[in-house]
């Protein structure tokens, strides 16, 4: 401060210029007019009785030209296709075969009542917003965090047995590589693709889940490369890229990437993969096999993936596809063509499965039979088709 | 985490990545970019362990400050005059934010770096973050505002009216065509990096002195996130730099999606700091002052100009062009009187300007007066329904004006507007660099050169067309824009919401049928066509018809 300013206060002080707060009485309920009690969204049937806070947040901001959005899509791929085609899929829900409606000189700019087809009238039953994002993945970093810490002040890494510690290294280190192309190059990819922005963000959140889930056992393993003496922080990759094991599961997971079609790459990720490798390698083997071996930090780890699988993804792909199942106008087609899924990705997810058995022999203390293991899995995988409204098929037996 | 177990867990996050050995990846969208010689770049560090609970910290704040502004009856203190732009600016705003998640994965395959594809997920969870708070926070001012209309039908009037097309641009622009120029160089070297200062900087200081501090609260919260998105966007622009045969497609780029984001954004912000607002003192900053400080100076100047030492050629021409719209040409004064012209077709209301908004205007922008003064009051004597029609239906010396094909804002500089034959029809354009947007840069060649992914203009782009010779009634009850008694207008020249001095769809019944002009136009015959170019480029400023002579 100079000598020459003034002292707060005093009479010279120039005025500071802000807004000056004024009395508007604008809040709700000061006046009666038309219009003045409606506090709700009416552009969509909420799927209960009451709109939820999250249906708020979600539906309708992706538009559609079936109903509401009059003047169509402005920008389009060189083909001339804009927005987000219904053909992206082969599945079809009631009403996408109507055409959009036609514009021209005084065509007015009516479209099908709303929902105009039945893709649209699906809710992600984890009601996933901003707000359930950030809480329940922070709570999950947090409860994480927490537990190696723990493990690290109680020294609970010198209770692994050697060959305990290079099973973690190598073979749950290899499955962070799985996490991580599947949610970058299916899920995330997928967010583009589906109808409505009530798919589209369920399905940003799965790939949340895997890209979090891959850096979480990817970090983990930088900080039990710190805290273990010899314990090889790169064995992963090594294992990932030429363990005649895991080249099932790679060759597999690669080729979820390579599906062109959305609803396809959705459904025999959560479906097929994750109940048949997914669960096989992370509840029947790894979360069996720790203990024995003294790793009761580990399947904390991998408990976090299996609920957010078990208790969130899942539940949503439950949700998207089992209406369609049933869906009113096309359940014989969209059945059919599950079917033919099935038929393609159950052998392909065996196959994996089953190019991981060398797995089951390498910890010192032994976790259940690889077959007992399978069988728990392939039942688990009946109980999601059934759920589904689909039929188990003959190429399960195999 | 410390900054250095940041990095070391960073690093450790690039071991993620995997060269596939038995299948690639699908491969949706494509570009004539290519990336054969670039030098990968590192994009901001961000790990999901930090990522989350730092936003998760945020969204405390953010909800915290709504709590309290609800406890505080923050609505007894907020300016209709603003809250009702806000039912446009929040009918648009989601969508862009929502595609720009969307956007991300256009990028995978397309730029052969995967340590950017990682920043690109998270920008994509943060996008989803930004479209949802923007929605909660439109759900909140429906529930507390005085006026729910508008806001209680927001996504239906966002998808049918003509001002959330021209929005809409800001949002499809960045999911389709070349994956580059789409996700790239129109969302994230432009959009993100040139406007999302007017957007989420300036504007909430606009909505803080308007008696709302909620506005600045999510959306100060919304672009602390936009530094990692403006890296992910730099680092995909160093790459495509470091290929000689990218530069005339990033040329083409910049100049297109500088200009689209120029028309768009400063039409519809601009519009809402300068007349959306009730603070008129004399040294707050004019929406042209926020321009040049965040868009000339730190935009132009200090993040495209030093771009030209890698060779790339800036459009210059075109950022001085927007300046001189914007001072010299009045752009935005053009825009906000053809949003009051046209206010029957919006769902929102606009209150006229007083005494002292016109001091501050004549003040800001010497002339103002002598351009836009008579015409404001005659809007302010137009405004409560007495035996007279809508303003857009009165003489008051304004020429409705036609739509520009590529940005649809309306041909308002009209000196400028370029008509050409594109396509097999007769179509007007706000400016030359429109015309070109669509006639060159949005086609499969460009200057000798194939460009296969190029993308489209499609779609119904003038929406008079779809209302050619309707009564204006039909027309708002087509749109929906009607309130609970069946009659009384959501969108009104006032803010007077006393029924009495609503208009209602009996007034719009006497009104004469509402012709396209794009219809009409290509009715003409060439000579007719002829005049009514050489008319209409000698109409203005402030839409006045050419003079007789
Ligand atoms: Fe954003
Ligand atoms: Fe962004
Ligand atoms: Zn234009």
Partial sequence: ?398 | MTRQSVAKAHQKIQELAWEPAYHEPVSHYGTDYTFRKAKKKDPLKQVLRSYFPMEEEKDHRVYGAQDGAIRGNMFRQVQQRWMEWQKLFLSIIPLPEISAARAMPLLFRTVPNPELHNGQAIQMIDEVRHSTIQQNLKRLYMNNYIDPAGFNSSLRNFQNDYAGTIGRQFAEGFITGDAITAASIYLTIVAETAFTNTLFVAMPGEAAANGDYLLPTVFHSVQSDESRHISNGYATLLMALSDETNHQLLERDLRYAWWNNHCVVDAAIGTFIEYGTKDRRKDRESYAEMWRRWIYDDYYRSYLVPLEKYGLVIPHDLVEEAWNRIWNKGYVHEVAQFFATGWIANYWRIDPMTDEDFEWFEYKYPGWYDKYGAWWENYNRLSVPNGHKPIAFEDVDYAYPHRCWTCMVPCLIRQDMVLDEVDGQWRTYCSETCRWTDAVAFRPTYQGRQTPNMGKLIGSREWETLYHNWNFADIVKDMGYVRDDGKTLVAQPHLDLDPKKMWTLDHLRKCPPFPSPNVTLNEMTDEQRQAFHADYVRQGPAGRPAPQD
């Avoid at chain 1, 036609?102 to 009601?127: I, K, L, M, T, V």
């Avoid at chain 1, 280190?173 to 799985?178: E, N």
């Avoid at chain 1, 399905?203 to 900080?223: C, E, F, G, P, W």
């Avoid at chain 1, 030429?242 to 609803?263: F, H, K, M, N, S």
């Fill in chain 1, 1 to 398: 401060m100079t000598a020459t300013q003034e002292r707060p206060g005093s009479q010279e002080q120039p005025q500071r210029s802000v807004p000056k707060p004024v009395f508007t009485d604008a809040e709700a309920g000061a006046r009666e007019f038309p219009d003045s009690t409606l506090r709700r969204f009416n552009y969509y049937v909420p799927r209960k009785r009451k709109q939820s806070h999250y249906e708020d947040v979600t539906v309708e901001v992706q538009p559609d030209p079936r109903h509401y959005l009059s003047q169509g899509w402005l920008y389009g791929f060189a083909d001339g296709t804009g927005g987000y085609p219904l053909d992206w899929t082969v599945l079809k829900a009631w009403g996408s075969d109507r055409p959009v409606p036609e514009r021209f000189p005084g065509s007015g700019g009516q479209g099908y009542e709303w929902p105009a087809h039945g893709w649209h009238e699906f809710r992600d039953p984890n009601e996933e917003w901003e707000q359930s994002i950030y809480r329940n993945n922070s709570n999950v970093v947090r409860q994480l965090s927490q537990n190696i810490d723990a493990a690290r002040q109680s020294k609970a890494f010198e209770q692994w047995n050697p060959n305990w510690v290079q099973f973690v290294a190598q073979h749950v280190g290899a499955w962070m590589h799985v996490d991580h192309g599947l949610g970058l190059y299916l899920f995330a990819n997928a967010n583009r693709r589906a109808p409505t922005n009530m798919h589209n963000t369920a399905i940003s959140v799965n790939s949340m889940h895997r890209i979090r889930s891959a850096q979480d056992l990817a970090l983990y393993n930088l900080t039990l490369s710190e805290e273990i003496p010899g314990f090889d922080g790169t064995a992963h990759n090594e294992t990932w890229s030429a363990d005649p094991a895991w080249q099932g599961v790679r060759e597999t997971a690669e080729q979820l990437t390579a599906i062109w079609d959305w609803a396809e790459a959705v459904f025999a990720a959560n479906v097929v993969f994750e109940p048949l490798v997914g669960e096989l390698f992370r509840s029947n083997l790894v979360q069996q096999a720790a203990p024995g071996n003294g790793d009761f930090v580990t399947p904390t780890l991998i408990g976090a993936e299996e609920y957010d699988y078990a208790e969130r993804d899942l539940r949503y792909t439950k949700a998207l596809f089992e209406p369609l199942v049933r869906d009113k106008e096309f359940a014989t087609h969209n059945t059919e063509i599950m079917d033919s899924w099935l038929a393609t990705w159950v052998p392909r997810c065996l196959a994996a499965a089953r190019t991981l058995q060398p797995l089951w022999s390498q910890p010192d203390a032994k976790p259940p039979r690889f077959e007992d293991g399978l069988d728990r899995a392939k039942s688990r995988f009946r109980g999601i088709l059934a759920d589904l409204g689909l039929r188990t098929p003959k190429e399960l037996n195999q």
